[in-house]
Protein backbone atom coordinates (compact mmCIF):
# COMPACT_ATOMS: atom_id res chain seq x y z
CA UNK A 1 0.00 0.00 0.00
CA UNK A 2 1.12 3.52 -1.04
CA UNK A 3 1.57 5.84 2.03
CA UNK A 4 0.91 9.40 1.39
CA UNK A 5 2.36 12.03 3.50
CA UNK A 6 -0.82 14.92 3.71
CA UNK A 7 0.42 18.34 4.66
CA UNK A 8 -0.11 19.33 8.12
CA UNK A 9 -1.97 22.68 6.95
CA UNK A 10 -4.90 20.99 5.07
CA UNK A 11 -8.53 22.23 5.89
CA UNK A 12 -11.93 21.35 4.85
CA UNK A 13 -13.85 23.29 2.25
CA UNK A 14 -16.98 24.10 4.59
CA UNK A 15 -19.89 22.48 2.91
CA UNK A 16 -23.25 24.24 2.21
CA UNK A 17 -25.06 23.64 5.60
CA UNK A 18 -21.90 21.65 7.70
CA UNK A 19 -20.05 23.96 10.25
CA UNK A 20 -16.27 24.41 8.88
CA UNK A 21 -13.23 22.76 10.97
CA UNK A 22 -12.62 25.79 12.45
CA UNK A 23 -16.25 25.96 14.04
CA UNK A 24 -15.85 23.13 15.76
CA UNK A 25 -13.71 22.50 19.10
CA UNK A 26 -11.96 19.41 19.60
CA UNK A 27 -12.50 18.14 22.95
CA UNK A 28 -9.39 15.28 23.10
CA UNK A 29 -6.71 15.98 20.95
CA UNK A 30 -6.72 19.79 20.90
CA UNK A 31 -3.15 20.18 22.72
CA UNK A 32 -0.85 18.06 20.65
CA UNK A 33 0.13 18.53 17.01
CA UNK A 34 -2.01 16.77 14.23
CA UNK A 35 -0.19 13.66 13.00
CA UNK A 36 1.34 14.21 9.20
CA UNK A 37 1.09 10.91 7.66
CA UNK A 38 -1.27 8.58 6.56
CA UNK A 39 -0.49 5.91 8.81
CA UNK A 40 -0.51 8.44 11.94
CA UNK A 41 -3.65 9.73 11.09
CA UNK A 42 -4.97 6.22 10.66
CA UNK A 43 -3.65 5.45 14.04
CA UNK A 44 -5.20 8.29 15.89
CA UNK A 45 -8.75 7.36 14.72
CA UNK A 46 -8.05 3.70 15.41
CA UNK A 47 -7.14 4.72 19.35
CA UNK A 48 -10.38 6.44 19.90
CA UNK A 49 -12.32 3.74 20.08
CA UNK A 50 -12.39 1.94 23.39
CA UNK A 51 -14.93 -0.23 25.53
CA UNK A 52 -17.11 1.97 26.89
CA UNK A 53 -17.88 3.57 23.12
CA UNK A 54 -17.10 0.50 20.79
CA UNK A 55 -19.29 2.73 17.94
CA UNK A 56 -18.86 6.34 17.46
CA UNK A 57 -20.20 8.89 14.73
CA UNK A 58 -18.47 10.99 12.26
CA UNK A 59 -18.61 14.06 14.71
CA UNK A 60 -17.34 12.24 17.77
CA UNK A 61 -14.33 11.00 15.79
CA UNK A 62 -13.65 14.80 14.66
CA UNK A 63 -13.69 16.11 18.29
CA UNK A 64 -12.22 13.03 19.62
CA UNK A 65 -9.26 13.69 16.92
CA UNK A 66 -8.64 16.95 16.78
CA UNK A 67 -8.28 16.41 12.93
CA UNK A 68 -10.28 18.66 10.12
CA UNK A 69 -13.70 16.69 9.52
CA UNK A 70 -12.85 17.04 5.24
CA UNK A 71 -9.64 14.47 6.13
CA UNK A 72 -11.49 12.11 8.17
CA UNK A 73 -14.35 11.80 6.30
CA UNK A 74 -12.02 10.77 3.57
CA UNK A 75 -9.64 8.73 5.43
CA UNK A 76 -13.23 6.46 7.04
CA UNK A 77 -13.87 5.55 3.56
CA UNK A 78 -10.38 4.50 2.70
CA UNK A 79 -10.43 1.82 6.28
CA UNK A 80 -14.08 0.49 5.67
CA UNK A 81 -12.96 -0.19 2.16
CA UNK A 82 -9.26 -1.75 4.06
CA UNK A 83 -12.37 -3.27 6.81
CA UNK A 84 -9.76 -1.35 9.58
CA UNK A 85 -13.70 0.02 10.01
CA UNK A 86 -17.28 -0.93 9.34
CA UNK A 87 -20.15 1.67 8.86
CA UNK A 88 -23.29 0.64 11.33
CA UNK A 89 -26.43 2.51 11.72
CA UNK A 90 -24.93 4.08 14.53
CA UNK A 91 -21.70 5.59 12.99
CA UNK A 92 -18.12 3.80 12.79
CA UNK A 93 -17.24 0.61 14.75
CA UNK A 94 -14.02 -1.37 14.50
CA UNK A 95 -13.80 -3.42 11.51
CA UNK A 96 -13.27 -7.37 10.89
CA UNK A 97 -9.35 -6.92 10.02
CA UNK A 98 -8.52 -5.24 13.82
CA UNK A 99 -9.97 -8.68 14.82
CA UNK A 100 -8.47 -10.66 12.30
CA UNK A 101 -4.83 -8.79 13.63
CA UNK A 102 -5.73 -9.13 17.16
CA UNK A 103 -6.21 -12.95 17.21
CA UNK A 104 -3.16 -13.87 15.15
CA UNK A 105 -1.09 -11.71 17.11
CA UNK A 106 -2.77 -13.51 20.73
CA UNK A 107 -2.52 -17.10 18.98
CA UNK A 108 1.54 -16.58 18.46
CA UNK A 109 2.17 -14.89 21.68
CA UNK A 110 4.88 -16.64 23.39
CA UNK A 111 4.06 -15.37 26.59
CA UNK A 112 0.28 -15.71 26.86
CA UNK A 113 1.04 -19.21 25.17
CA UNK A 114 3.29 -20.42 28.13
CA UNK A 115 1.80 -18.71 31.21
CA UNK A 116 -1.95 -18.87 30.06
CA UNK A 117 -2.82 -22.07 31.36
CA UNK A 118 -1.17 -21.58 34.37
CA UNK A 119 -3.58 -18.46 35.11
CA UNK A 120 -6.13 -20.00 34.30
CA UNK A 121 -5.72 -22.49 36.81
CA UNK A 122 -4.84 -19.94 39.85
CA UNK A 123 -7.68 -18.33 39.14
CA UNK A 124 -10.10 -21.05 39.03
CA UNK A 125 -8.51 -22.39 42.43
CA UNK A 126 -9.14 -18.86 44.11
CA UNK A 127 -12.43 -17.54 42.61
CA UNK A 128 -10.57 -14.42 42.08
CA UNK A 129 -9.76 -12.72 38.50
CA UNK A 130 -6.59 -13.74 37.13
CA UNK A 131 -4.22 -11.07 35.02
CA UNK A 132 -1.42 -11.44 32.55
CA UNK A 133 0.28 -8.48 31.42
CA UNK A 134 3.82 -6.69 30.26
CA UNK A 135 5.68 -3.28 30.79
CA UNK A 136 5.28 -0.71 28.42
CA UNK A 137 6.96 2.50 29.25
CA UNK A 138 4.92 3.98 32.36
CA UNK A 139 2.15 1.44 31.38
CA UNK A 140 0.83 -2.17 31.85
CA UNK A 141 -0.47 -4.28 28.53
CA UNK A 142 -2.59 -6.96 29.44
CA UNK A 143 -2.19 -9.70 27.32
CA UNK A 144 -4.52 -12.15 29.34
CA UNK A 145 -7.92 -11.84 31.44
CA UNK A 146 -9.65 -14.82 33.06
CA UNK A 147 -12.00 -15.41 36.39
CA UNK A 148 -15.33 -15.88 37.12
CA UNK A 149 -18.84 -13.53 37.15
CA UNK A 150 -16.75 -10.49 38.90
CA UNK A 151 -14.37 -10.38 35.80
CA UNK A 152 -16.95 -8.81 34.22
CA UNK A 153 -17.39 -6.09 36.54
CA UNK A 154 -13.66 -4.80 35.89
CA UNK A 155 -12.78 -2.57 33.48
CA UNK A 156 -9.83 -4.22 32.34
CA UNK A 157 -9.35 -6.11 28.81
CA UNK A 158 -6.85 -7.74 26.72
CA UNK A 159 -5.11 -4.67 25.11
CA UNK A 160 -6.18 -2.18 27.16
CA UNK A 161 -3.80 -0.04 29.47
CA UNK A 162 -3.21 0.94 33.08
CA UNK A 163 -0.34 3.37 34.72
CA UNK A 164 2.19 1.29 36.08
CA UNK A 165 2.28 2.90 39.20
CA UNK A 166 -1.12 2.38 40.27
CA UNK A 167 -1.42 -1.41 39.56
CA UNK A 168 0.41 -4.05 41.38
CA UNK A 169 1.54 -5.97 38.10
CA UNK A 170 3.15 -2.50 37.05
CA UNK A 171 5.27 -1.66 40.30
CA UNK A 172 5.95 -5.89 40.37
CA UNK A 173 7.67 -5.09 37.53
CA UNK A 174 9.10 -1.92 37.99
CA UNK A 175 11.38 -3.42 40.62
CA UNK A 176 12.55 -6.03 38.53
CA UNK A 177 14.23 -2.88 36.44
CA UNK A 178 17.98 -1.54 37.07
CA UNK A 179 17.30 1.65 39.09
CA UNK A 180 18.15 3.95 36.39
CA UNK A 181 15.22 2.75 34.53
CA UNK A 182 12.37 2.55 37.04
CA UNK A 183 13.57 5.84 38.25
CA UNK A 184 12.27 7.57 35.03
CA UNK A 185 9.03 6.60 36.39
CA UNK A 186 9.26 7.82 39.77
CA UNK A 187 10.54 10.80 39.26
CA UNK A 188 7.73 12.00 36.60
CA UNK A 189 5.18 12.32 39.30
CA UNK A 190 2.35 9.95 38.30
CA UNK A 191 -0.95 10.93 38.44
CA UNK A 192 -3.31 9.75 41.53
CA UNK A 193 -6.44 7.50 40.27
CA UNK A 194 -7.54 7.25 43.80
CA UNK A 195 -7.15 8.43 47.23
CA UNK A 196 -4.64 5.58 47.94
CA UNK A 197 -2.79 5.63 44.62
CA UNK A 198 1.33 5.70 45.33
CA UNK A 199 2.23 8.95 43.37
CA UNK A 200 5.04 10.72 45.44
CA UNK A 201 8.39 10.27 43.91
CA UNK A 202 9.97 8.97 47.33
CA UNK A 203 7.22 7.35 48.17
CA UNK A 204 6.85 5.28 45.19
CA UNK A 205 10.37 4.41 45.39
CA UNK A 206 10.13 3.27 49.37
CA UNK A 207 7.43 1.01 47.82
CA UNK A 208 9.48 -0.46 45.29
CA UNK A 209 12.68 -0.99 47.65
CA UNK A 210 9.76 -3.28 49.85
CA UNK A 211 8.42 -4.82 46.84
CA UNK A 212 11.98 -6.00 46.17
CA UNK A 213 12.77 -7.35 49.55
CA UNK A 214 9.52 -9.47 48.99
CA UNK A 215 10.74 -11.34 46.08
CA UNK A 216 8.99 -8.87 43.27
CA UNK A 217 5.50 -9.41 44.97
CA UNK A 218 3.66 -6.15 44.63
CA UNK A 219 -0.14 -5.16 46.51
CA UNK A 220 -2.38 -2.77 45.22
CA UNK A 221 -4.50 -2.13 47.60
CA UNK A 222 -7.42 0.21 46.09
CA UNK A 223 -4.61 2.27 44.40
CA UNK A 224 -6.00 1.89 40.96
CA UNK A 225 -9.78 1.47 41.69
CA UNK A 226 -12.01 2.17 44.61
CA UNK A 227 -13.02 -1.12 46.05
CA UNK A 228 -10.44 -3.76 44.06
CA UNK A 229 -7.56 -4.80 45.42
CA UNK A 230 -4.39 -7.22 43.83
CA UNK A 231 -1.60 -9.32 44.19
CA UNK A 232 1.13 -9.23 41.59
CA UNK A 233 4.40 -10.79 40.97
CA UNK A 234 6.93 -10.99 38.63
CA UNK A 235 7.49 -13.61 35.91
CA UNK A 236 11.48 -14.07 35.31
CA UNK A 237 14.03 -16.20 35.87
CA UNK A 238 16.98 -13.83 36.26
CA UNK A 239 17.10 -10.05 35.59
CA UNK A 240 14.25 -7.72 34.83
CA UNK A 241 10.87 -9.37 33.72
CA UNK A 242 9.34 -9.18 31.03
CA UNK A 243 5.87 -10.15 32.45
CA UNK A 244 3.74 -10.51 35.59
CA UNK A 245 0.55 -11.97 36.82
CA UNK A 246 -1.61 -10.89 39.53
CA UNK A 247 -4.82 -12.07 41.06
CA UNK A 248 -7.69 -9.60 41.49
CA UNK A 249 -10.76 -9.38 43.85
CA UNK A 250 -12.99 -7.12 45.75
CA UNK A 251 -10.72 -4.98 48.69
CA UNK A 252 -12.28 -6.60 51.84
CA UNK A 253 -12.42 -10.40 50.61
CA UNK A 254 -8.65 -10.95 49.75
CA UNK A 255 -6.18 -12.10 52.49
CA UNK A 256 -2.69 -10.63 50.92
CA UNK A 257 -0.54 -12.99 52.95
CA UNK A 258 -2.05 -16.34 52.00
CA UNK A 259 -2.31 -14.73 47.66
CA UNK A 260 1.28 -13.81 47.98
CA UNK A 261 2.00 -17.14 48.45
CA UNK A 262 0.55 -18.33 45.74
CA UNK A 263 0.85 -15.77 43.22
CA UNK A 264 4.30 -15.72 43.39
CA UNK A 265 4.71 -19.88 43.50
CA UNK A 266 2.68 -19.49 40.35
CA UNK A 267 4.68 -16.91 38.78
CA UNK A 268 7.87 -18.91 39.35
CA UNK A 269 6.51 -21.77 37.92
CA UNK A 270 6.04 -19.10 34.50
CA UNK A 271 8.71 -18.50 35.00
CA UNK A 272 10.17 -21.74 34.57
CA UNK A 273 7.65 -22.60 31.36
CA UNK A 274 8.79 -19.24 29.40
CA UNK A 275 12.40 -19.14 30.02
CA UNK A 276 12.99 -23.41 30.43
CA UNK A 277 16.44 -23.12 28.91
CA UNK A 278 17.20 -20.72 31.73
CA UNK A 279 15.60 -21.90 34.05
CA UNK A 280 17.56 -25.38 34.05
CA UNK A 281 20.80 -23.26 34.07
CA UNK A 282 20.04 -21.95 37.66
Known amino acids: MTVTALPVTER ?3 ARGHASDSDRQPTRAATRPIPVSMIERMTLILDVFDAATPTLTLVEIVERTGLPRSTVHRILDQMIRLRWLAHTSGGYRL ?8 GLAADHNETRDAVGPLLHELAQRTGLVGHLAVLDGREVVYLDKVGGRFAAALPTRLGGRMPA ?3 ALGKAMLSTLEPPIAESVVRTRPARLTARTVCEPDALR ?4 RIRL ?3 VAIDHEEAMA ?15 PAALSLTGPADAMGFDRL ?12 RALFPRRARGR
Do not use: D
Open 214 to 216: RQG
Open 206 to 209: RELE
Open 12 to 14: AVP
Open 227 to 241: GIACVAAPVRVRGAA
Open 260 to 271: ARVVLEVAHEAG
Open 95 to 102: GMRTLELG
Open 165 to 167: HAT
